[in-house]
């Protein structure tokens, strides 16, 4: 009886990895996979756990000196690759978060020193690279570095094709394309380029907002960013039909009702946002009762 209760929890365990293996990637994590391991190692040997099952030894008896040198060294080999492997990620992990410690104390330059370390001995973590982008980003936010911004760009996109089913990765490129329209006001730029550069961010942000979207559909900010960016972009009715959108998903979104209050007030439509206004008023209030 309590090998099948063994083996049903084990198995329990196997199916509920392996479902969530299905749509994250978890077992990229060590101790998940080792966990795994170990469950089908219970179930392999489930009748042998209870001492009662008597084998007889079976041995492959290796006669020749040169054939176990030979062996011994592959085993020696395979643990110290393994080993250096382990050794590796460790370190990897180490360089990540001395550059998160670097930035929370404004040592820009050390942050991304050390990511960039993390990254060289571990390049397949989506996390170093956001990281990494958002030191970059950083750095164009107090610089209007161009190098920077490029940099960020392509830290966030190797990240997001590491790890495509996060949409919050789609929305951190939007928002970095969406600052890159905000920030074109060089004076000894031409004003036609300008124009043409704002448009292809705003339109760049636009599509990494939907992709954010359709990962995530119930996060209210990217549904409202892509109408902010509709709006720049002169579409007035695509803008107001996202917003409007956010309401029916999340009716407790202020920012949304307020933006939506405040184009009826600039299309004439005093009734419509007047019923916004009342909706902010009741919510506020319900919301100071709890």
């Avoid at 219970?42 to 042998?48: E, Y």
């Avoid at 050794?87 to 990511?115: C, N, T």
């Avoid at 960039?116 to 170093?128: Q, V």
Wanted: with cysteine; proline share 3%; net charge positive.
């Amino acid at each position: 009886r309590w090998q099948r209760g063994g083996g049903v929890g084990v198995s329990g365990g196997i199916a509920g990895i392996l479902a969530h293996a299905v749509v994250d990637s978890n077992l990229h994590e060590p101790a998940l996979a080792i966990v795994l391991t170990l469950c089908v190692g219970v179930v392999i040997s489930a009748r042998r756990l209870s001492g009662r099952v008597a084998e007889p030894s079976r041995t492959m008896p290796i006669r020749s000196r040169r054939v176990r040198l030979i062996c011994a060294g592959l085993g020696v080999l395979v643990v110290g690759v393994l080993a250096m492997h382990v050794v590796r990620l460790g370190l990897a992990w180490k360089s990540f978060e001395s550059g998160s410690r670097a930035l929370a104390r404004q040592d820009i330059q050390k942050g991304i020193a050390d990511y960039r370390a993390a990254i060289a001995l571990d390049s397949g973590k989506a996390l170093y690279h956001s990281s990494l982008a958002a030191a970059y980003f950083q750095v164009f936010e107090r610089t209007a570095d161009g190098p920077a911004a490029q940099n960020a760009v392509a830290e966030l996109q190797t990240a997001i094709a590491l790890n495509p089913l996060d949409g919050r990765l789609s929305g951190l490129l939007g928002h970095v394309y969406a600052s890159f329209a905000a920030s074109l006001t060089a004076s000894d730029a031409p004003k036609g380029l300008q124009s043409v550069q704002r448009v292809s961010w705003l339109r760049s942000a636009m599509s990494a907002y939907e992709r954010a979207t359709e990962l995530e559909p119930f996060v209210p900010f990217y549904r409202f960013e892509l109408g902010r960016l509709s709006l720049a972009l002169g579409d007035h009715e695509t803008a107001e039909a996202h917003v409007r959108r956010v309401i029916e998903i999340e009716p407790n979104f202020l920012p949304g009702r307020e933006w939506l209050a405040t184009r009826y007030l600039e299309s004439k439509r005093i009734k419509e946002a007047e019923g916004e206004y009342r909706e902010i008023l009741a919510r506020r209030h319900d919301q100071a009762d709890l």
